[in-house]
């Protein structure tokens, strides 16, 4: 277990394993938001904030995909698979990819045609900002939130209701 464990976090270039003389597991260049005593400090300072944020994506961002399945135009779904397109080509720019994955829910919200629901969805970004910067990034996680909007647009697409909500809800959870 702990062999798989160290390849996949090798794999996702967060560690480096050497052997031999002087081997042994050492961290790579890793986002180090989340080590910033400030940074932890100000996450603990808003962490009922932060908290009540998660509640309200749980809740809403499902319901948003599912509206957004129902009413979503060509365009609009066109302009989300640009959006999911620019992550997975942001590659080591975390900034990148986590404008072009707050635009993405936006526009998500946008295309549910629910003015307050997008207002909503905007609020939980917001409060979800700082707390988001401060995860350390990986290849993986990238690709994942990736493969996860990606369900999300099928059901969009084809209009499914149910799968694009069951989507949402498994990436919010995550």
Wanted: net charge negative.
């Amino acid at each position: 277990t702990i062999t798989h464990a160290l390849r996949t976090l090798e794999r996702e270039g967060l560690i480096e394993v050497r052997r031999g003389r002087g081997g042994g597991v050492f961290s790579r260049g890793v986002n180090a938001d989340g080590g910033d005593p400030e940074v932890v400090r100000a996450l603990r300072d808003q962490r009922d904030d932060i908290e009540a944020a998660a509640e309200l994506r749980a809740v809403v961002e499902p319901a948003v995909a599912a509206l957004a399945a129902q009413r979503a135009v060509m365009a609009q779904v066109r302009a989300l698979e640009e959006l999911n397109a620019e992550m997975r080509s942001a590659e080591g720019d975390d900034h990148r990819f986590m404008r072009a994955d707050t635009q993405f829910h936006l526009g998500l919200a946008e295309a549910a045609a629910s003015p307050m629901l997008a207002a909503a969805v905007e609020r939980a970004r917001l409060a979800h900002a700082q707390a988001l910067e401060a995860l350390p990034d990986s290849p993986a996680w990238h690709e994942r939130s990736v493969e996860q909007h990606e369900r999300v647009l099928a059901g969009v697409r084809e209009h499914d209701a149910g799968r694009a909500r069951a989507a949402m809800e498994r990436h919010v959870a995550d």
